[in-house]
Every structure is written in structure tokens, then in C-alpha cells.
């Protein structure tokens, strides 16, 4: 069985485990494990290791439409080195403050490969607190949040933020043993501030860690809609541009929306509200396309679900 | 460097990381890793793989006076077998249900070593809750938590939940392949609903995971004190009794206060509060010894701080 049939099974078992993040109460909860065989290429510090663990969590709370509020991490080695586990926390907590949480400590552990578990917590924003300081309690803000992966509608555009291929380009400056560059590229802002301003207009929202492919599939398994996109609104990355400038086009492409790991959001919205967003939104919010009825499409051709299948 | 080491280091840096979970806003926060080598010996199931290492967080809000509301694990392992991964859930979901605690999902890693990584999330009961319902608003509830290590006082007393030994009876059934019995020894009921009636009055807590000597080594540096424990007080698991009947009695005991990972309560409280404790608390509550200026001793000889190093 591999992992998204597993995820299934447990989708089945739990109520909301298809989103990036479980809701109870009004807090948001969600968890990874990363490990260096899959994770982490060498080259990678353990600064950028703890920025990059905590980020994933980090994102999967900027996902739902969510406040991060705080995050733990289990940091687990074959030992314990000193500098090594100070960096691990510097990068951890850089991320948080990134963000406005708080890295709140964690656990260790021996362990053979160096592994990372993390965990955030976020907030629902639910309108509650305008009413302190507005007038019109008759008229309470909208519940706003979470966003899930199954509101899309058709006639819906869907948007990614931000650009595809940044952590590709990473990988690539590893194998080049450009190691600070390669980890610049690692280290990435979780969308925390852009998924609070989107989360009022989004109708599914999930980040695009498995890759955009993926991601645009499981929104239209959750959503039972479809997708049509171009793939030249597909926003890449310039690094990515950059170290594969002498790669044919398509297979840049299809590593922009294959690869993963990049840690943006892929959202829907109505057609009337993209100005709102884009007003809102503290980065660049492309369309890449439409919500349609049924399957999923790249230039008229169906677009497979093919990318990253995390811990593989 | 050893664990603890480490965790003083992590504890330089970061607030409370000392105490047995962390606390963000009224919520509380904490995560663990167990895996196969070190916790989960050749016959544990995966139902009580899945119970155990939720519990094992759980206790760890139960350890602060906290509600328990939710818990995550990522389930990491070679391969995804159905009937493990439903066995595992099972369990999580059912020593969540034991403490009023919702189990909300989780993710999935493949990893050479069966290993779990686990969140709990807790509400620190603040009183607040109260005045909806009561009519004095002038007189809110005392702010009830959260328990930290560091408040216990000479003149308290040290008391611990339940009895200690459980989890060393179990290796011990493991040892011999009475393999129902230790799973059953090994499923253990998190003292959250204890944790919670013990709260207002306790000056310190935390669980007893390291074993009962570590834990008094912990509570005496977190509070600047010291403790003197008298053996013939300290409870001793039946079981326990019943498996080391041929030991020695000195032998037992040093089993019951160092073995560790019972997960009960360790904490201490004035003399005049032990009754109401008593009365509140759903478990038996043994007073063990008394909290002095310094020193951790056991019927006057100094107490070695010796215990199960998680993951060693």
C-alpha cells in the first residue's frame, strides 16, 4: 500500500484527514516527519533542517486559512551534537517569528537517520473578536475560516501564490555542491499572512507540497470537480528557470508542477473576488486556470496525477 | 552529549521546555517519539502501539492540569499494512476516548524503523469557563493552571497516582511471551481526569515517565528544593509484585522508582489540601515522602538520579 492509499484508509477512519490540517475547537492541528534520506540532501544545515520542518507544518496551517500560533519539534540523531542541535532550534524558532508563532520546544530522541517530527498549532479566525471592538454585534463578521480542500465550485478560477520550482532549483544546486545557495532556496516563507488574507474568498484551499499536479487532484477528489489549466500561466520560480536554462521547456514545466515541495498555496475563488485577493494577498497570486465540472486537464490534455510522494 | 544534557540546552533556550509539555495562550502543547527498538518490544501489537505512544502525550497533559482535546501522530514504518494501520488508529482513538480527547489524524513516513511521533493538545482550565454559569462575578475561580514543575515548596508533601512497576511487569510478561497479558500492562489510562482534580492544589507536577527517582531530581532542580522519600510508602504495582516474586525486595523497588514509564502523576501539595485531593481525585493518591530544603534522599540515603533514558 503506498502512502495516499494509506492516507485514504485513514481518511476514512477520521473525519477531515483529506485536509492539510485537523480543526477541533477552533484550533488547528497538523504534523510531518521528515528524514534525511528523502529530506534532507547533504549539504543541507541544520538550521535550514529546522526551518524547513517546522515551515511544513507551518504551511499545512497556512493551508486552512489559518493564524499559527505555535510549534513543536522532536529532534532525533544518532547523537546530539551541541552546535548542530542549537542551529536545528535557531532555524525553527527564525521561522516561527517569520511568521508570528512561537517555537515552544519539543522532544529527542536517538535515531539511526537523522528524523524531525513537527507539529503546528494554528487559529481559526472566527470573526468573534471584531465583535470587541465593532458596534454592529447584530451583524457579526462572516466565519471565515478553515478553509477546506472541498468548496471548489465550477466557474471558480484556481490560483497558486508565489512561484513553482523553488525547491527543484534546490536540489539542483545540491547536486552541484552549491550548498549556501541550495539552502537560501530551502529555507521558504510559509504563507501564513497570505493565507489569512485569502481565506475570506477562498472556496478550497490545500499548499503544494506533493507538487501542483497532485495538489490539483486531490482538491477535485475533495471538491468532485475538475480542473482545466494553461500551462503557460504557470508561474516558475526563476531559479528554476535559471539552473535548467538549457533544458527543454516542457520538462521544466513538468518539473515545476511535479516536483514539490515548494510550500505554496493552490486556492479557488470566484472570478469577482480577484481583485480583493490580490488587494489582500502580501504576495503575487496567479490564475493558472479554471474550475470545471469533471477531470483534470493541462492545455486540453489530461494532466496525470503524478508527483512527490513524501517519505517515498 | 546524553539526552538530558540536551534538553538542558534546549531548556536554555527556550521558555518552560523543562516542564513535561509547553503552554501557548491557554493552550498546551506537546510531542514525543517512540520507536521500535527502544518502546515497542518484539509482541507489542499495534493497537498498543497506537494506545501507548497517544497515552504517552496525553500524560504529558494530564501532567500539567490540563484538559486533554486532541491528538496527531505520524505513523512511520517500512510499509503500510492495512490491518497494522487500522490496529494503530483503533487504539489511538480509544485512549482518546478514556480522557474526553478527540485523535484527529495524522501523517504517514516510510522509515526503516516502526516509529511513531505524537502530539497532544490540552486546554489549561483557567476558570473562566465558570462565571458563564455562576452568578458571583465578583469572585472569579482561582487561575487553576497550568502545574509547573517549579513550585514545590518545603513543608508540601510528594505524592504519586496509581502504583509504579506496571510497565517493568510488562517487559517482564513480554520476556516470558505472555504477550496478551503485557499488552494489556502496556494500555495505560492517561491521569488526565487526576491531573485536573489534583490542579488547584498542586504546587508542582509532572509524569513519571523517567521512573520516580529521576522525577524527584527533576521537581527538586526545577524548584529549588529537595524531597525524602520513605520506601515503605511508595506503591508497587501488583503485577510487578506477582512477576519478581523471587527477587529480592530491595531489588523490586529499585525497579518500581527507576524503571519508569508508568506515566502516573508525580506531584506535591500542602498537608492541609490532601484530603480535598483525595476526595477529588479518581485514583488512589499516595503520599511518598516530604518536600525539604535540599537533597533527594530515600530513608535518609542520598537517591541516585537514575532512570530509563527515553530513547537511549
Known amino acids: 500500500m503506498n502512502e495516499r492509499a494509506a492516507l485514504t484508509l485513514l481518511g476514512d477512519e477520521l473525519a477531515h484527514a483529506g485536509d492539510d490540517a485537523a480543526v477541533v475547537g477552533g484550533q488547528v492541528l497538523t504534523t510531518d516527519m521528515l528524514h534525511e534520506t528523502t529530506d534532507f540532501p547533504e549539504g543541507t544545515t541544520r538550521y535550514t533542517a529546522g526551518w524547513r520542518a517546522v515551515g511544513a507544518s507551518l ?10 500560533t505555535a510549534a513543536v519539534a522532536v529532534y532525533a540523531a544518532p547523537a546530539f551534537d551541541d552546535d548542530d542541535l542549537l542551529a536545528f532550534v535557531a532555524g525553527a524558532q527564525d521561522v516561527c517569528e517569520r511568521v508570528g508563532a ?5 522532544d529527542l530522541d536517538h535515531h539511526a537517520e537523522f528524523t524531525v517530527a513537527t507539529t503546528a498549532l494554528g487559529r481559526v479566525p472566527d470573526g468573534s473578536g471584531a465583535t470587541d471592538s465593532g ?6 463578521l462572516p466565519d471565515v475560516g478553515p478553509v477546506r480542500r472541498s468548496g471548489a465550485r465550477p466557474g471558480d478560477v484556481v490560483c497558486v501564490t508565489g512561484s513553482l520550482g523553488r525547491s527543484a532549483a534546490a536540489l539542483e544546486r545540491f547536486d552541484r555542491g552549491e550548498d549556501d545557495r541550495a539552502n537560501d532556496l530551502f529555507r521558504f516563507d510559509p504563507r501564513v499572512a497570505t493565507g489569512l488574507a485569502v481565506a475570506p474568498h477562498a472556496s478550497a484551499m490545500m499548499d503544494s507540497s506533493d507538487g501542483l499536479a497532485r495538489s490539483l487532484h486531490q482538491l477535485a477528489d475533495a471538491s468532485d470537480c475538475g480542473f482545466a489549466i494553461e500551462s503557460d500561466r504557470v508561474p516558475i520560480h526563476d531559479e528554476l528557470a535559471a539552473v535548467a536554462a538549457t533544458e527543454p521547456a516542457d520538462d521544466v514545466l513538468e518539473a515545476a508542477i511535479t516536483f514539490g515541495e515548494d510550500f505554496e498555496l493552490v486556492f479557488t475563488v470566484s472570478r469577482d473576488d480577484l481583485p480583493d485577493v490580490r488587494t489582500a494577498a502580501p504576495v503575487d497570486v496567479t490564475v493558472v486556470g479554471d474550475v470545471v465540472d469533471a477531470d483534470v486537464t493541462m492545455d486540453d490534455r489530461s494532466l496525470a496525477d503524478e508527483g512527490y510522494d513524501h517519505g517515498g
Not at 135 to 140: L, N
Open 102 to 106: 512561537r517555537y515552544v520546544g519539543g
Open 59 to 68: 504551511s499545512d496551517v497556512a493551508a486552512m486559512g489559518a493564524e499559527a
Open 135 to 140: 458596534t454592529d454585534d447584530a451583524s457579526p
